[in-house]
Every structure is written in C-alpha cells, then in structure tokens.
C-alpha cells in the first residue's frame, strides 16, 4: 500500500517522528540549505518506499502519514549541492539517521564501495545507495507505565558515584539469566542491585548508552566498540543492550532499568558524548549530521573542506550554532522527563563550551544549560577537557557544575607510589579549594577519582609499570604512556605472597583515602572486588572478558568488597567526611581545635617546610567534623572528629598521636595493614607513639571530653 503525506499542516514541530496515536505519524527534519527531503520507509524485507516531504516552514521540511505505525524502520534521503571543497555534502544516495530518531535498528557494516571513497584526489559524489549497510531509525511509542518513579535525589554531599558499563557489569554474572546478561535487564537485577546497595554507592555513571556505532579501523580489525564514545543517536538507547528486541524494546528496556534503580535508592547519571558523532572526519561515512546539513552541525576549517578536531575523533558537533544547541538541548531534556534520569557527566565538555573555535564559558552552550529550569536542576558534570588549544579547563566551569578533577588523580596516585611529597595532597584530600573555592563552588564541585574507566583500574594500577594493549591491534601505541603506576616489583600478575600482600594493601590505601577525602568520590566498577583488565588501560575495543566483570572472586577480592563497603558507611555516617563547606583551618570556637588540621609524625601541625619536602612520605589530616553552633553554656556543638594519618614510605615510621586540643583519646577505625574496618576496643592516649607500616593507612576515631 503507498503511503501518501497529507500536506498543509503546521507539522514543524516537534522535530522528528511523532506517532498520533491512530497508526500515522507526524514527520519533520531540518535541513537548512538542502533543496529536498524524502521519508524512506522500510519493510521487514528491507524494501523501501520513499515519500516526498513537500512542506517547509522555518528550513524544518514536514509532513502526516496516516500509516506509519509504531515499530516502522525509517530513514531520510536529503538532496541539494555537492561541494565538499565548502562544506556541502548533501547526496540522496545516503540514507540517513533521524537525529530525533527514540530508536535505532541494524548496525553499520563497511563496504569499500559505498564508504571511504573520498579524498583528497577525488572529491566526486558516490552514487552507490548506502541503504543495505547502515541502520535504521524507528518510530517509537513514548507511553510507559512509571507507577511512583520518582528520582531519590540524593543531595550532592552524599553522592558517591559508581561508573560501569552497562553491558561488562552483568555479562559474565552466573546468578542472571543468559538472555538479560549484557543487557539493561542485567543491570536492573535484583543481584546487581543488591551488589551497589550493600557497597553503599548512591548513583551509577553508565558509559554511554546513546545508541553508537564501530569506528570504521575496528571494522577494518575485526573488533568492536565496547566503550560507546561514537554516538550517532542523542535520543535513542544503544540497541544492543535490550533484552526486549530492538524495533522499540531497547526504550522500554531502558525505562525498566532506571524505575529498578531508582526503586533501590540509585540514581542514574549518562556520560553523554555530544562533542563529536560517529561521521569521522572527512573520509568518514555519512550516516546522519553531515548529510543533513554538514556546515551547520560541525566545526569546519580550510574554507569547509576538512573539520576542526578539538576531540581527537575527526570532528567536533559545533553547539554554538542554534539548530545544533537545540538538538542537545532538546536531547538532555529528553532523558531526563521521558527516560527518568538524573544527570550527566559530559564527555569532553570544553569542546561543547567553544564559540568561533575557543572556549567560552559565557557562551551559548553554557549560558543555555544556565537558565534551563529542568536541566539546571539535574546533576551536571564536566570533563574538563579537551584536545584542542586552551581546552584544559579544570576549575573553570561555573556553578552548578562539578567537575572530573585529574589533579586529584594525579596528586594521589604520585603520593601512593611514593613520587611526590604531601604539598599538593592536602588540596586534594580536602576539598581541592584552590581549584573551586571561588564563584561561590562547594566542595562537591571537585568529583574525586584514582582510576576511571579510561586507564588501569585500581588492581593494574599497583600491578603494571607499563601498559599492555597488544589486543587492541595498534602495536601498543593506543593509551597513555603516562600511568602514575607501579608494579610493586614485579610486573603484571604473580604467586610472590609479599607482593600479593602489598599490593592488596596499597588497593586499600588508595580506597580508603579516595572515599574519605572532601569532595564526590567515584569508584571506577570492580575496583571494590579488585577487576583486572591484565594491563590495558585503553580497552575501549575489547568486549570482552578483557572488560567484563568477573564475579568468581578469590578470597581477598570479598575481603576488599566488605572492606570498601565498610569505608563507604563510615563516610556516610560521618559528616567530618562529607564536608558542605570549604575549610577554614580556623578553630570552631577559642581554646579548641581546628576545622582541620595537618599534623606531623611528631603530633605537632606540619611545618611549612614539611609541605614543600619532596621526600615527605606522612601526613596526618584531623578533621573536627561540622560546626553545629554552640549549646547553652557557649560550647561547639560539632560531629565526631577523626585523625586520618597515610603514610605512602617504604619503611616503618612512628606517629606521635596529639594531644590537645585535638582529643583525649583514640581508637583505630581503619587500618589497611591488617585490613580492620570497625571501631576497635583499644583506647590510645594522647602521646601514644603509633607504629605504622610501610605504605599503609589509619584512620582514628578522635575522642572529646565526655
């Protein structure tokens, strides 16, 4: 039956494919500058129909069918001028992408033939019809029964992130059935949920999961994307993750998901990749964008013919320009009142802030999210970076962001292996206020990290010296040079029982300062059981058990998830640890102590020649916990106080515990030499010399007068 467009109606928005409830559907793409856009309709046999779009109002070409149900695969032909020497690159023979599209079908598959056959030499429109190798675009229904969905909210200064993929944290999970392993599902399941809920983490960071594709040399390889930074679908769930079929499920599946999560207490954050799109660069396939309008939704250079690449990924979406700024906007709005979720961590986020090639914090991008009364509302964090000239911008991003803080990582990595002193750590163990202190930023603003999943996880880290990526297929030339690692003595895994043990000690050391400092922690997933990637530390192209979960733990690896858990409650038991507002190092009332105090080996506060000491290997941080104002007799009201004391030296040292008016007595909480996480019953004086191991970690409960 042919499908006929009824004209005249003022159809131009919403953008996209918007089912009427009655089988048909309204349809609208813009596309400034082309001369004419077809509907292509497809059959579960792959034949196509096309339907000539004929109304245009605002560039926005338009039009009802009456029979387009839910479940139709669908694409779009757009025709105008071929000149790629400016920019232009509109070619009927490419079937594209609805950028509004809820959901996508089939994958990308290369042929020689129809993709890479331009270059420099030969600038010619191909003629051969893309059609048979790329995806599809679906009509979608939105309706879905939430019940009493509601976000948990949890306020900034109790988050605690956990970033995993949603596919490697169930995939190899015994306890879930095989067909919802790697699956939305699997990330729902009771299981996994029961995992992050007992852990005491508050939200999970999912790598992305807006539909994406493989880049064209894995292909080439025979290896696949795993990691998901190749977007080309803003609105649509990667369709490889349902359980539920793909002509739909995937958004259902989704939604199921987010309600399960939520239900348990969980709230969800996207790691959103809008700075680039799967195209490429100019030798990139054409699927959607540079078909569309090409020299609108990117950042060109030489006069159009070649894109400016601020991501290292071939091109750069230019958010600056309006109809681009509204696709974003329109795409987070999107997540956030359809799919249910509560926040984003911005992949790149400086190459989105940049205006006419630099970086404006004042510009439209930012200035937009700014004023936007749902989006200013949700969780929003920065990468702070990107690879173009000025795009390092950490602690640049206004308020109401937060931010990856790589100096954080950087600060705490060197401390451990024992390459640095203790003259940036207390930044960063407190709060990092020389970087967020300003504009009127919290703490929260720092999101605190020691591995992510770009580079070793924690395991590696104190495992390799040296990165390992041969199955990558690129001569171990991909990932950083620059780990910050080391091995213990030996590299990569071994049967040696003391470096075993120290290796596991450092694993605590590194956990329990990252989740007891001033700030957001984030846990990379599987650092709390002790996950290997055996050395890769860019194992974005292995899916795989390379990148998949193992849940058949030894011993030790249990012993490191209670232990972690264990932290993660004292945490958040304790607001000394989950600090509102930027120290002051000024006592809470006269005669007591500090807010916070950076105390020596010998009990005394650490001398301003300590700090700068490269060979400084101990510190200790008191913290006096919150102010509450004072009772009736004039006295601080304040939450229980602790002494923190790392000591990152290869050999035994000895810390004299001080006296007042820091406490009157201690007990050990944690202790990452003997992997004790619960209060103990021995009561320590002030004065009493405290033995600590090498590179090992106490944590004290400061007693007050009773």
């Known amino acids: 039956m042919s499908r006929v467009a009824r004209q005249g109606a003022i159809g131009w928005d919403p953008l996209g494919v918007t089912p009427d409830g009655h089988g048909g559907a309204n349809v609208a793409l813009w596309a400034q500058g082309a001369t004419a856009v077809d509907l292509c309709v497809f059959d579960d046999r792959g034949h196509e129909e096309r339907v000539r779009l004929q109304e245009r109002v605002f560039n926005v070409f338009h039009a009802h069918l009456a029979d387009l149900p839910v479940g139709t695969r669908y694409g779009f032909r757009v025709s105008g001028e071929w000149d790629p020497l400016i920019g232009r690159r509109w070619n009927p023979h490419k079937l594209l992408l609805d950028p509004y599209a809820r959901a996508i079908d089939g994958g990308f598959r290369l042929d020689p033939a129809v993709f890479g056959h331009l270059d420099d030499d030969d600038l010619r429109m191909s003629t051969a019809d893309s059609a048979p190798f790329v995806p599809r675009s679906v009509v979608v229904d939105s309706h879905f ?4 969905d509601r976000s948990p909210g949890t306020a900034w200064g109790d988050t605690v992130i956990y970033e995993t993929h949603v596919r490697g944290i169930s995939a190899l999970h015994p306890s879930i059935p095989e067909h919802e392993r790697g699956t939305y599902a699997g990330l729902a399941h009771p299981h996994v949920l029961e995992h992050l809920t007992t852990l005491g983490v508050t939200a999970v960071e999912l790598l992305p999961v807006h539909h994406f594709i ?4 894995l292909l080439q390889d025979g290896l696949t994307n795993y990691w998901g930074y190749n977007s080309i679908g803003y609105f649509a769930p990667h369709a490889r993750y349902s359980s539920l079929g793909t002509l739909g499920g995937q958004v259902t599946d989704f939604k199921r998901m987010v309600r399960a999560l939520h239900s348990a207490g969980l709230e969800v954050i996207l790691d959103v990749v809008y700075n680039h799109t799967a195209e490429g660069n100019e030798l990139g396939p054409t699927l959607s964008f540079r078909g569309i309008d090409n020299d609108d939704y990117y950042h060109l250079r030489d006069g159009g013919r070649y894109y400016a690449d601020y991501t290292g990924c071939g091109n750069t979406l230019d958010v600056s320009k309006p109809h681009v700024l509204q696709l974003v906007m329109d795409s987070l709005r999107y997540w956030v009142t359809e799919m249910h979720v509560d926040g984003f961590r911005f992949d790149l986020a400086s190459a989105l802030a940049r205006s006419f090639h630099d970086v404006n914090m004042l510009g439209n991008f930012m200035t937009t999210i700014q004023q936007d009364p749902i989006l200013r509302t949700v969780k929003l964090i920065a990468e702070p970076w990107d690879v173009g000239p000025g795009g390092y911008q ?9 931010e990856w803080n790589d100096r954080y990582r950087d600060s705490l990595r060197d401390f451990w292996r024992g390459a640095a002193g203790i003259g940036d750590l207390g930044w960063r163990l407190s709060g990092s206020a020389d970087l967020y202190a300003s504009e009127g930023r919290r703490p929260f603003a720092s999101i605190n990290f020691v591995t992510a999943h770009d580079g070793f996880t924690l395991r590696d880290l104190v495992s390799y010296d040296h990165k390992h ?3 990558n297929l690129e001569d171990n030339l991909d990932g950083t040079d620059n780990n910050r690692s080391w091995n213990c003595g030996v590299e990569g ?4 029982p003391a470096i075993r043990a120290l290796r596991h000690r450092q694993l605590r050391n590194l956990l329990t300062s990252l989740l007891l400092s001033t700030g957001v922690p984030m846990l990379t997933g599987g650092d709390e059981f002790g996950r290997t990637q055996r050395g890769n530390n860019n194992a974005y192209c292995q899916d795989n058990e390379i990148s998949w979960y193992d849940w058949s733990w030894e011993p030790w690896q249990s012993d490191l998830k209670v232990f972690a858990s264990d932290v993660l409650q004292l945490r958040g038991l304790h607001p000394a640890f989950r600090q509102r507002f930027f120290f002051e190092g000024q006592p809470l009332h006269p005669g007591g102590p500090k807010d916070l105090a950076w105390i020596g080996p010998d009990g005394q506060e650490v001398t301003e020649a300590a700090w700068h000491d490269p060979s400084a290997r101990t510190l200790g941080m008191y913290l006096a916990g919150e102010n509450h104002g ?10 229980e106080a602790f002494l923190v004391l790392l000591h990152a030296g290869a050999d035994d040292t000895r810390f004299v515990l001080p006296g007042a008016p820091y406490a009157v007595g201690y007990r050990v909480i944690v202790d990452t030499t003997t992997g004790q996480s619960r209060e103990g019953d021995t009561l320590l004086a002030p004065g009493t010399v405290l033995a600590l191991e090498g590179r090992s970690a106490v944590v004290l409960h400061a007693l007050g007068e009773s």
């Open 469 to 471: 990526n041969e199955a």
């Open 214 to 217: 493989d880049e064209v040399h």
């Open 145 to 148: 029964d939430w019940g009493d």
């Open 630 to 639: 004072q009772d009736d007799e004039g006295r601080a009201i304040r939450d």
């Open 493 to 496: 895994e071994t049967d040696d």
């Open 394 to 402: 950490v602690g640049e991003f206004p308020p109401l962001w937060t």
